[in-house]
């Protein structure tokens, strides 16, 4: 019995953290609509200044907190509002996905520079282990306050938002803003006021987690990813939903980690309970009703043609014979990953760019190919290669399936958790518990694959015919079927397309070219292993595919190509630069945040700039354009040969 007790304290303990991070992340979304993917960043930086104080400056306990939660916190939640969130309004679904990623990248680069990690640090407790005994087992006082703590916030925030004007204006200003304005509020104030609440309970979940873990950026910040599922739950709404969810989730946790036979596979996945309910609550719990898109201002970049695409392809390919012979054998293998980055990039922008589905599991796929590519006739074969393709397919289907019915916010959820769950399960074992699998190089008749002059070539040739032919299937039929599902899935049905059968297609062919991809990124090390595809790496890959412009293939090339040239120009090692390796790391963190940051004052990317260059030298002295109708919309015209002009051009 006194076992079974010590198990519930410790879930009710971890529930309420938990409890916490799910509040936090509901006051967000219930007040602005944006779910904040850099909720446990901000919980990670808060401890990290908690510990300065308390620790490094000595300054006392109870003030240290009251710095952190009552000033540090809520002025970080107010610069978050006024530089990176304002601009996000009306900006496509997967906008503020990609900004808030790049804030979590940007605050884990920072504490990073700010905070040598190879010097360990922890939180003592706040009371030295002192507590009192509840039928023969010891309960401390900090143990007692975390669930105290979720008490008190949830009665204050119910009482804030039932029975106060500021918490009516508060849920008000997320369903009409100028409505708000009308009757006297003040939607901005409100907004500010709704993230300094998040920050700080985001500094509160962060401080108690830091007093039971280590301080520890990327440990910190992903135990935060726990109380996504709590969240969910309660629909991003639901307060007191949340909680006992976050509660129901800990306590089962604990018991089944401690009560479940310690099977291999089960104890893989023990720790990824959290993350199978959240999978689970957004297939199972009903969804938003399916509304039509709205028109945000952004216009697309114009489809390229099959003669430019050609010709920009070639020239890529010429560039690259005339580069190879002077770059290293470590500069050409990077360089060739490089190109198996932008394949993968490039699968987002026919998912993400061209259908509006913000996928963050590609590199799960990805490494499903290597995985393939590894195991089918001993690596090096063109077999390997369709088994990479057909595997990460097959794979991709079988998510898609499940999962036709999110869009947005609750599709990137959904990948996210399937990618998180991947890497726990499958990875750690199939690609080698501290070993590696060997991937050979395709062998192509009379082209010496081996050497990384000859593979850096074919990688480059590979992109480049991905590109034309992912061009090609926009300009076709089936890409006018998919920008309009994008644009208005409820006049495609009634039209008589099928949104769904076109979602598993998309999704089938995206998962297929990152398993291609993967195969590529595999064959030009010789060999991949657990660390070679962490479910964090597709979070940059989305971020990569809009810094380059995700509508656009030279966007894929571009986000890739910022990331090899990151890679060889600066990463090797210059003390008399950077200091040391460790902290010059982190600089890529830093500046791939505050690159993804930019996305939310231009969602078009660094592609996209130059398309509008481009465009102007183009269109002038010519009549300028008429803007598109609503009856000229994709979803009305793309059956019909004057629509594909106008798709083309518009989109």
């Not at 200044?49 to 809520?74: D, R």
């Not at 280590?214 to 996504?228: E, F, K, R």
Request: net charge positive; proline share 4%; charged share 10%.
């Amino acid at each position: 019995m006194t076992l079974f007790l010590g198990y519930l304290v410790v879930g009710l303990v971890t529930g309420c953290v938990y409890a916490l991070i799910a509040s936090g992340l509901v006051v967000t979304y219930t007040t602005t609509g944006i779910f904040n993917f850099a909720h446990g960043a901000i919980a990670m930086a808060s401890a990290y200044v908690f510990w300065q104080l308390w620790q490094g400056w000595h300054i006392p306990t109870i003030i240290s907190v009251l710095l952190v939660l009552l000033i540090f916190a809520p002025l970080f939640g107010l610069i978050v509002e006024r530089v990176l969130m304002r601009p996000l309004d009306g900006k496509p679904v997967d906008v503020p996905i990609v900004v808030t990623l790049g804030l979590l990248l940007l605050l884990v680069g920072l504490i990073n520079l700010i905070f040598d990690q190879t010097k360990g640090r922890h939180l003592p407790q706040f009371f030295n282990g002192a507590g009192f005994t509840v039928a023969g087992l010891l309960v401390t006082y900090e143990q007692l306050i975390a669930a105290l703590s979720i008490v008190v916030v949830a009665i204050a925030l119910r009482i804030l938002f039932r029975q106060t004007r500021i918490g009516i204006a508060l849920r008000a200003v997320v369903d009409n803003s100028d409505l708000l304005a009308m009757a006297g509020g003040r939607p901005v104030r409100v907004k500010q006021l709704a993230w300094a609440m998040s920050c700080s309970l985001a500094a509160f979940a962060g401080i108690l987690l830091a007093g039971i873990n280590a301080l520890n950026t990327i440990n910190l910040t992903l135990l935060v990813v726990d109380g996504y599922a709590a969240a969910i739950i309660g629909r991003l709404r639901n307060l007191p939903t949340a909680i006992g969810g976050a509660l129901a989730i800990a306590i089962g946790q604990e018991l089944l980690f401690d009560y479940l036979p310690q099977w291999g596979f089960l104890t893989r996945i023990q720790g990824q309970i959290p993350i199978l309910v959240l999978f689970l609550v957004l297939i199972i719990l009903p969804q938003d009703r399916l509304r039509t898109a709205s028109f945000t201002g952004a216009v697309p970049p114009r489809v390229a043609s099959l003669r430019s695409s050609v010709a920009v392809g070639a020239a890529l390919i010429a560039a690259c014979a005339i580069v190879a012979p002077f770059l290293s054998d470590g500069n050409l293998r990077n360089s060739s990953k490089g190109f198996a980055i932008a394949i993968i990039v490039l699968s987002l922008i026919l998912l993400t760019g061209y259908g509006g589905m913000a996928s963050l599991c590609q590199m799960t796929f990805a490494g499903l190919g290597a995985f393939a590519m590894g195991h089918v006739a001993s690596g090096a074969s063109w077999l390997g290669v369709l088994a990479a393709i057909g595997l990460a397919g097959a794979v991709g289907a079988l998510v898609a399936l499940p999962t036709l019915r999110l869009r947005g916010l609750y599709l990137a959820l959904a990948t996210f958790a399937f990618a998180a769950f991947m890497d726990a399960a499958f990875f750690g074992e199939s690609l080698g518990t501290g070993g590696s699998l060997n991937i050979g190089r395709v062998k192509i008749p009379g082209i010496p694959t081996t050497s990384d002059q000859a593979f850096f070539i074919v990688t480059c040739v590979a992109f480049v015919l991905c590109s034309i032919g992912v061009l090609a299937l926009r300009r076709g039929p089936f890409g006018r079927k998919l920008v309009a599902a994008n644009d208005s899935p409820a006049a495609c049905a009634t039209l008589g397309v099928s949104v769904n059968s076109t979602k598993l297609i998309a999704f089938t062919i995206a998962a297929a070219l990152a398993g291609l991809g993967g195969a590529l990124y595999g064959g030009s090390p010789g060999q991949v292993d657990a660390n070679d595809f962490p479910y964090l790496f597709s979070l940059t890959i989305l971020l990569l595919a809009r810094v380059g412009g995700v509508n656009t293939a030279t966007g894929a090339f571009l986000g890739a190509a910022s990331l090899t040239l990151f890679t060889i120009f600066v990463a090797p090692h210059n003390p008399t630069v950077f200091g040391h390796v460790l902290r010059l790391a982190q600089l890529q963190y830093v500046l791939t945040g505050l690159a993804a940051i930019s996305v939310g004052r231009d969602p078009n990317g660094i592609a996209g700039r130059f398309t509008d260059v481009i465009e102007r030298v183009r269109s002038a002295g010519r009549p300028q354009p008429q803007f598109m109708t609503a009856a000229g919309s994709p979803a009305a015209v793309f059956m019909s040969e004057e629509g594909e002009g106008l798709v083309s051009t518009a989109q």
